[in-house]
């Protein structure tokens, strides 16, 4: 949650989110017209971008240096992209592609997957779990969660009546929340066994679209977002866990007994118990559009981000103990003049327009094929798997040096 990457009907901008009052833009691109996708590598200096012009095209750029790194195509229109340190999937409507960011080798296709109209898919950012989750199923609310390190299927989750509307990996990669097309649980899974940690209730309004969903990066809190116009944020805790072993008053007795009757509950019932209700919330000024929600630190403090489609991004205080309805500090336009990022030290020069051999010539610090996990030697093309057409990359990646891969926080 550093930065932000927004596709528009010219290019793409990449903003730092370092600041509550300023919006640094760090980056504007107007060679490619009407990008649906730009997905940036954490901080680093990689883009992928896709655009409608070439929907089944995807474009690996350094920004930086102004140069393609490589460029892929596919049968179909590219859905998704994710990426981690060590991953690249692409997601299409039948199908997924599992890449090696290192040298952007193809070593996985997971074929006649479920239909998957909406490209939802989920990576751990967490390289040291890249667990990768997608919809098992087109009808039921099945998750299948696949090991993109050792590229076998993990586990299957029944996470849902309904089909899946909404995935998202908390920062280690042990946990998986999920909504369906209805909207209105949210259940929560440990990962890789796919236990049902949490279950929380959003609203009773029936299929409401569930259109972001985000842990924060010390997974205490997950938020969800939707087409109406209440943001939830709900608190990870158990509460058993601050509860006294005898509780001293009546009310905490009954409470006891209470939980205790849900052993002997249906189901349904008893689960309907254990649902917590939001412990924060936000009113937005709009309703019906399409947003994505984040929760981060910004300037030492607990911030929700909310980016809206029509091209703003609202920032609101959270308060990490008494939750409540958050308040709005900050709002952005994002289609607006930004003002660049600031040069560091090591980019006071403009960037000079490099072939893909030169910035493959300074490819010092890139560890070998051979040290790195999860790498395949067959490069994924086993038995009854189809590899798409496409320009291979000569070499790897290159992206100046590993500070281009900061640490994630865990």
Not at 216 to 244: G, W, Y
Not at 280 to 290: C, D, H, M, P, W
Not at 306 to 333: F, R
Not at 390 to 401: K, N, Q, R, S
């Amino acid at each position: 949650c550093s930065s932000l990457a927004i596709g528009t009907t010219t290019g793409y901008r990449l903003f730092s989110l370092s600041s509550v009052e300023q919006l640094d833009q760090v980056h504007e691109s107007n060679e490619i017209p009407d990008v649906y996708i730009v997905e940036r590598l954490f901080s680093s200096s990689l883009v992928v971008v896709v655009s409608h012009a070439k929907p089944q095209q995807m474009n690996v750029y350094h920004f930086k240096k102004g140069t393609e790194i490589c460029n892929y195509s596919y049968s179909s229109k590219i859905l998704s992209i994710r990426l981690n340190r060590q991953r690249l999937v692409v997601c299409l409507e039948e199908s997924i592609y599992i890449h090696n960011i290192k040298d952007m080798k193809l070593l996985k296709t997971i074929m006649d997957t479920p239909p998957n109209t909406t490209g939802l898919c989920a990576l751990s950012i967490n390289h040291a779990n890249s667990y990768l989750a997608y919809p098992g199923s087109a009808t039921s609310g099945e998750i299948a969660l696949y090991d993109g390190n050792t590229l076998k299927t993990a586990c299957t989750i029944p996470a849902h009546d309904g089909p899946l509307a909404a995935l998202a990996f908390n920062s280690t990669g042990s946990k998986l929340a999920s909504a369906s097309e209805k909207g209105t649980v949210i259940r929560v899974f440990s990962i890789p066994g796919g236990q049902k940690l949490y279950e929380f209730r959003r609203g009773m309004k029936r299929y409401v679209n569930i259109s972001s969903l985000v842990f924060s990066m010390d997974s205490q809190f997950l938020c969800a977002s939707s087409n109406t116009e209440t943001v939830h944020i709900f608190k990870l805790e158990h509460l058993t866990d601050s509860r006294p072993e005898e509780p001293p008053t009546w009310s905490g007795y009954m409470g006891k007994m209470f939980q205790a009757a849900t052993n002997y509950l249906p189901a349904q019932v008893s689960g309907m118990m254990s649902q917590d209700r939001a412990f924060a919330t936000v009113r937005l000024n709009i309703s019906g559009q399409r947003n994505i929600c984040a929760l981060s630190t910004i300037q030492k403090l607990p911030r929700l981000l909310v980016t809206t489609s029509d091209g703003h991004l609202y920032i609101y205080n959270l308060d990490p103990q008494d939750g409540g309805e958050c308040v709005l500090i900050k709002n952005h336009s994002l289609l607006g003049s930004g003002k660049m990022e600031e040069n560091k030290e090591n980019d006071l020069q403009p960037p000079v327009p490099q072939s893909y051999a030169a910035t493959v010539a300074r490819q010092s610090t890139v560890p070998s094929t051979s040290t790195m996990p999860g790498y395949s030697e067959d490069g994924g093309a086993l038995r009854g798997e189809v590899i798409p057409e496409h320009e291979f990359a000569t070499g790897p990646v290159c992206l100046d040096d590993e500070n281009e891969f900061p640490p994630v926080s865990i």
